[in-house]
């Protein structure tokens, strides 16, 4: 009885271990993909314009300025919408 009352704790100390590296390794990962991704929609919008495709590129705008407020990429992504017209 008391082996396997140590095998349930050291089992279950492994697991709680295991599970709160693994989130804390996923966060950073998260904010760089955030990060590149207004840069990505804005790059697309830039290639649609440039391909005179203005309705996906005022699409793809929209999308930035909406998801990603704070980015640094809402100023230009509001000129160019102006553009897209």
């Known amino acids: 009885m008391l082996r396997r ?14 599970s709160w590296g693994s ?3 996923q966060t950073p990962n998260t ?3 955030a990060e590149q991704s207004d840069k990505i929609l804005f ?8 391909k005179t495709q203005y309705g ?6 929209e ?3 909406n ?3 704070d980015s640094a990429f809402v100023s230009p992504a509001k000129l160019f ?3 897209a017209w």
């Open 43 to 50: 790059e697309r919008a830039m290639e649609a314009i440039n």
């Open 81 to 83: 919408i102006g553009d």
């Open 5 to 18: 009352t140590i095998a349930f704790g050291v089992v279950t100390l492994t697991l709680f271990f295991l």
């Open 23 to 25: 989130s804390q390794a």
């Open 31 to 33: 904010n760089a993909e």
């Open 63 to 65: 999308t930035l300025i």
């Open 56 to 61: 996906a590129a005022r699409s793809l705008l």
């Open 67 to 69: 998801n990603y407020a």
